[in-house]
């Protein structure tokens, strides 16, 4: 489990990955991507994030802290 400033770190990270991909898309700094495609790309990162997040899986052991 994470410590509460560890989670409040990882919220603003969090914040901030979503928000860099939301800005490089609608400025199309990556290429030019649809509303929909920008949003299943958003879609896929938030999950994935969360996935990883979950309690077992390897990016919450501690030896990857």
Do not use: K, M
Not at 9 to 35: M, N
């Amino acid at each position: 489990d994470l410590a509460p400033h560890e989670r409040a770190s990882l919220g603003r990270s969090i914040f901030s990955a979503v928000h860099g991909i939301v800005w490089l898309g609608l400025e199309e700094l990556l290429g030019r991507q649809s509303y929909q495609d920008l949003r299943h790309q958003l879609g896929l990162v938030v999950r994935a994030l969360v996935d990883g997040l979950r309690p077992g899986s390897p990016a919450t052991s501690s030896s990857n802290v």
